[in-house]
């Protein structure tokens, strides 16, 4: 998988990912992915991540169910940034249930919460204790 | 200026920052600020990032002229990712003359160059020796 090593992953063989919603343009949200993560991500057309806290492979939607279908992988100049356009199963990328993670927008020298919660984080995961896996 | 204090910045004291245009949504690059970048970038209405390579605080525009002006700035969840609405001076963002630094797209195990460059960096920098200044 040639196309593999134009990809500069970082000295924790990580890149960021943006994932970007193929139908509106929305950032939904970033997080990041390792050499295999990218590779499962195009074989499977669905986004897998690496999660940084649980030091493993993170199917995104795998507790939630809001995959994230695939439909473009775009590289950067610098070939360290990964920008995916995706369709997001539910309408629901973050573990706070909103759209998107970037719902905080600085206005006056405070960050003002502006998007809604579309669905409980107990109704997405199910009231349990430890953090959701977005 | 308490609103810093929400941003997460990690172990280099570092954040990745998007930026998109603020009227397509195309998304456009991703660099680095560091607290410092970020204070900068909200003051003066101009994204301010932070050059990990030359090791300073690096106006976007400073040599090119392709400034962003800010329209918005949001942070996400984990408060570790900023995502700038900007206007793109010139239309150019990337250093090698296209609209966006994210012009390779996978393709059949291939990485495509699908995006045209509007402008010769030799155009945008003159021609000189040294890494030109995005």
């Known amino acids: 998988m040639d196309w593999l090593d134009d990809v500069n992953f970082d000295e924790r063989g990580l890149v960021p990912a943006i994932a ?19 590779a499962s991500t195009v074989e499977r057309g669905e986004a897998v991540y690496f999660s940084r806290s649980r030091g493993r492979l993170w199917k995104k939607g795998e507790e939630s169910g ?26 629901i990328a973050c573990h706070t249930g909103r759209e ?8 006056e020298g ?7 919660v579309l669905k409980a984080p107990d109704a997405i995961y199910g009231a349990r204790s430890g953090k959701p896996v977005p």
């Open 110 to 116: 405070r960050w003002i919460d502006d998007e809604p």
């Open 20 to 38: 970007q919603d193929a139908a509106t343009g929305r950032v939904l949200m970033v997080a990041w992915m390792s050499r295999e993560a990218l």
């Open 66 to 91: 809001h995959v994230q279908r695939v439909k473009a992988v775009r590289l950067d100049c610098d070939g360290d940034v990964i920008l995916l356009a995706v369709e997001q199963a539910g309408g």
């Open 100 to 107: 998107r993670c970037f719902f905080r927008r600085l206005a």
